[in-house]
């Protein structure tokens, strides 16, 4: 059985209550923020100036540190996130495989994956 959400937060795993889930959720892209400041001053602006490859091995070596820290803090089950039933139903008898969690998700990312492909496609008007 995985683990509630409660205990899989970080203020639980800190010692606080629910009440604290809010400030410190919203408070997390800042924190990731100043983590990646000291990271990058303390860390990977001694790599300047040399082969880019040694930054690049940095950065890789530090989301696997990073990432075995969360797994020995949190587990490594993820919480399962279960869809909606309604979005789960097939949308037409022909096409059961069309779901209305399906169409969603074309909604969502497809605009996304097209604004990134138009801003990498060089410009050929000149």
Do not use: C, N
């Not at 892209?29 to 983590?35: D, G, K, R, V, W």
């Not at 091995?57 to 996130?81: C, H, K, M, N």
């Not at 969690?101 to 605009?111: A, D, H, K, N, T």
């Amino acid at each position: 059985m995985p683990p509630s959400p409660r205990k899989a937060s970080s203020a639980h795993f800190l010692g606080l209550g629910p009440q604290a889930q809010a400030p410190i959720s919203s408070s997390a892209p800042f924190l990731t923020a100043i983590l990646g400041l000291f990271v990058e001053r303390l860390l990977i602006r001694r790599l300047y100036g040399g082969d880019p490859l040694y930054s690049l091995l940095l950065t890789f070596g530090l989301a696997y540190v990073l990432e075995d820290v969360a797994r020995a803090i949190w587990g490594a089950q993820s919480l399962p996130f279960p869809i909606p039933s309604r979005l789960t139903t097939p949308l037409s008898s022909e096409f059961f495989f069309l779901t209305g969690y399906r169409i969603f998700m074309v909604i969502l990312v497809g605009p996304a994956i097209a604004r990134l492909v138009a801003k990498r496609t060089p410009d050929i008007r000149d």
